[in-house]
T-cell receptor, first 114, second 113 residues
């Protein structure tokens, strides 16, 4: 158990809909990351937050947004969903300042868009 | 558990043999290079990292080699066990303390009992 909790584990929805994925980082970790894992593209970095502020942005679509709350949990919002958004979405957290690249991943939220 | 179902290169190794998984990276400015293991239905799990000013680092049954001249990273697993069957990803950390970790394409390791 990594200590990172993601909900829901599975989600099935229709095109055009909006969903919210939730992540609770490990106790004490200030930094949260979101990754998308699909069949074709492996693990794609979406966005990173540190203590409530956005720190780095990857290939995140404009239809997607995220935030980190004062209690450090994070939410990834996916809107106007398309079939191609079907994927595993992972959240990870880390001890910022360590600098090594060791991230602790949750077990992911599997999104299926029909 | 559910499978990610990625279309990945596969390395098949006999149980007890050594495994070598290779990775080419792109960013010469990366501070750390990392290997992650992803078992079916789970999130990636950190295995070992190496700082950019080193060329070799050993862990428990694993060794990572870094060749900056050709931008090549490898993971060696000694005495491969069935529990080592997983997808292995190399990754780069290139944002210093804020850790922007970028993953490479993975390799599926299949251990034959």
């Amino acid at each position: 158990d990594s200590g990172v909790t993601q909900t829901p584990k599975h989600l099935i929805t229709a095109t055009g809909q909006r969903v919210t994925l939730r992540c609770s980082p490990r106790s004490g970790d200030l930094s949260v990351y979101w990754y998308q894992q699909s069949l074709d593209q492996g693990l794609q970095f979406l966005i990173q937050y540190y203590n409530g502020e956005e720190r780095a942005k990857g290939n995140i679509l404009e239809r997607f947004s995220a935030q980190q709350f004062p209690d450090l949990h994070s939410e990834l919002n996916l809107s106007s969903l398309e079939l191609g958004d079907s994927a595993l979405y992972f959240c990870a957290s880390s001890v910022v300042g360590q600098g090594t690249g060791e991230l602790f991943f949750g077990e992911g939220s599997r999104l299926t868009v029909l | 558990g559910e499978s990610v179902g990625l279309h990945l290169p596969t390395l098949s190794v006999q149980e007890g043999d050594n495994s070598i998984i290779n990775c080419a990276y792109s960013n010469s400015a990366s501070d750390y290079f990392i290997w992650y293991k992803q078992e079916s239905g789970k999130g990636p799990q950190f295995i070992i990292d190496i700082r950019s000013n080193m060329d070799k680092r050993q862990g428990q049954r694993v060794t990572v080699l870094l060749n900056k001249t050709v931008k090549h990273l490898s993971l060696q697993i000694a005495a491969t066990q069935p529990g080592d069957s997983a997808v292995y990803f190399c990754a780069e950390n290139n944002e210093g303390g804020y850790q922007k970790v970028t993953f490479g394409t993975g390799t599926k390791l299949q251990v034959i009992p």
